[in-house]
């Protein structure tokens, strides 16, 4: 099996994919800082290029399964990188998108809003001496509570052509799995 992980950021899917596949297959992971690419790198894959999601460098039908874990808030075109992913992937190929989405529950929301803008943020930062790291949990819940509506993704995942394509959620909404197949 080939799998592409786009967005791979520090390389935990991507680590996961080559598990998956074992000895036999093939893994390869894209993102487009630098950085995450370096982290990605001390771990066991090392099939990692630079590069985004809505200009994929690579050939028609190249893989059987394509994923990316928890950064479509970033993508700005659905789309365009929709296009992409179904035009990498083999027929038959499946498209799997993990995202952290605003629950439904309010109390699930406020808990939710509280600890990863609070105490995340105050965590991380006591840990890495870098008050930074707040400001970039205040960012994430914002990406998180004002993301992409899940009605919205299946529309357009469906639109670029892709069958089957459907969500499971779990936690009223807070994880949100999107899958579909190329037909």
């Not at 993102?31 to 001390?42: I, N, Q, V, W």
């Amino acid at each position: 099996m080939r799998v592409l992980d786009v967005a791979c950021g520090s390389g935990l899917t991507t680590q996961c994919a080559l598990g998956l596949v074992g000895s036999t297959g093939y893994v390869i992971g894209l993102d487009p800082s630098t950085g995450m690419l370096h982290e990605a790198r001390k771990g066991p894959c090392h099939n990692l290029i630079q590069g985004v999601g809505e200009r994929l460098p690579f050939l028609d039908t190249s893989f059987d399964f394509l994923s990316m874990g928890y950064a479509l808030r970033h993508v700005s075109d659905l789309q365009v990188a929709f296009r992409e992913y179904r035009r990498v992937l083999k027929p038959g190929g499946i498209v799997l998108l993990l995202e952290i989405s605003r629950p439904r529950s309010a109390a699930l929301l406020s808990v939710s809003r509280f600890y990863i803008k609070t105490v995340m943020g105050v965590t991380f930062a006591a840990a890495t001496g870098n008050q930074d790291i707040r400001t970039l949990m205040r960012y994430w819940w914002d990406t998180i509570e004002h993301c992409v509506t899940p009605d919205v993704i299946l529309s357009a995942l469906g639109e670029v052509g892709f069958a089957e394509c459907r969500m499971t959620e779990q936690f009223s909404g807070l994880f949100r799995n999107y899958r579909a197949v190329k037909a």
